[in-house]
């Protein structure tokens, strides 16, 4: 491996996906000196392994980007360094690994939180491989600040609980809009697969899990800064230039204007469908489910997130 880059601040975009998550990605890597990365966390398995498309729609591997960023940040890519990656990714980078990943955060910081030594060094292991890949990235794509928009609060407590500097986006959206989007058919742009469906009850679940989650993360002193769909879609403006003055930036936004925003090209590696559009899009609030989805999984959702759906201020009208 090469030795290591001008260290990148590391912004994590977390929250359940279908929450706006991909364009809030899209939109801040418009912004001067930030660098979208799409989903690292699926970067070694549908990037390396399966050499699926980037979002400049080159294969993985031809691409001249990832391809630089491999190099700088371990002499290149291989096989044999994704499945490592997977693999200590299977046994630290889980949800049901966050209560343990949390005791690491706490101000006592115990020497293992619960772990045994060889996963205190599996986890060292893993977060290194995403700080070098994040530091080659930013030091490929010349911008100080790289966007990981993998979403899993696991990754995140991953990265804090090993000492990487992250400061986390954390992603809500009405969980009733949520549940409609996991519950239509989808269709991979990559190779026409339908992509995961959940049932209202299941997406209900995943919800709250990743919501408690990342409000866990910002308790063990984290920067966490939280914003909602509806607020960056009904004032895109206000909402990323608070956004990007947190994040230390100076907030020229000259690509949004008219009810709208110009994208360019991004290297992603993963992610929505939305990491392939280039031009113009139109940022309205999409307030579809209200009529689409039924009246009956509203209100079940609605009562199995309650009251976290409250406390972040969605109370509007059931169908």
């Known amino acids: 491996m090469s030795d290591s880059p001008v260290p990148a601040r590391v912004v994590f975009v977390g929250g359940l996906g279908r929450s706006g998550t991909t364009l809030l990605e899209r939109l801040l890597g418009e912004v001067p000196g930030v660098a979208p990365l799409g989903e690292v966390v699926h970067l070694w398995a549908r990037g390396v392994l399966a050499d699926e498309a980037c979002g400049c729609r080159e294969p993985f ?3 001249p980007f990832w391809r630089k960023v491999g190099e700088r940040a371990f002499g290149g890519w291989s096989e044999g360094l994704a499945h490592r990656v997977l693999a200590l990714r299977h046994r630290v980078d889980r949800t049901r690994r966050i209560p343990v990943l949390a005791q690491l955060l706490t101000e006592e910081r115990p020497d293992d939180g619960g772990w045994p030594s060889s996963g205190l060094a599996e986890l060292s292991e893993y977060a290194a491989a995403h700080r070098r890949l994040y ?8 911008c100080p600040v790289v966007i990981d928009s993998s979403k899993h609060a696991s990754l995140a407590f991953c990265l804090a609980a090993a000492g990487v500097d992250v400061h986390v986006v954390h992603v809500v959206r009405d969980p009733r809009a949520v549940a409609h989007s996991w519950h239509r058919r989808v269709a991979r742009p990559e190779d026409g697969r339908p992509m995961t ?3 209202p009850a299941r997406t209900s679940l995943h919800w709250l899990t990743q919501n408690l989650s990342l409000e866990l993360l910002a308790r063990r002193g984290v920067s966490v800064t939280r914003i909602r769909y509806e607020d960056l879609l009904g004032a895109p ?3 990323l230039r608070r956004l990007v003055a947190r994040i230390g930036l100076r907030p020229r936004l000259d690509f949004l204007a008219d009810g709208g925003a110009e994208l360019s090209m991004a290297h992603t590696a993963s992610g929505n469908p ?5 031009g113009r899009i139109g940022l309205t609030p999409d307030e579809g489910w209200r009529t689409a989805a039924s009246g009956r999984h509203q209100r079940l959702v609605a009562a199995l997130t309650w009251p976290l759906m409250h406390k972040y201020g969605y109370r509007g009208r059931l169908a």
Do not use: K, P, Y
């Not at 530091?135 to 010349?142: Q, R, W």
């Open 237 to 239: 403006a206000e909402t």
């Open 197 to 199: 469906r959940w049932s």
């Open 274 to 278: 939305m990491r392939f559009t280039v």
């Open 135 to 142: 530091d080659a990235a930013g030091e490929v794509a010349d």
């Open 61 to 63: 591997g031809s691409c």
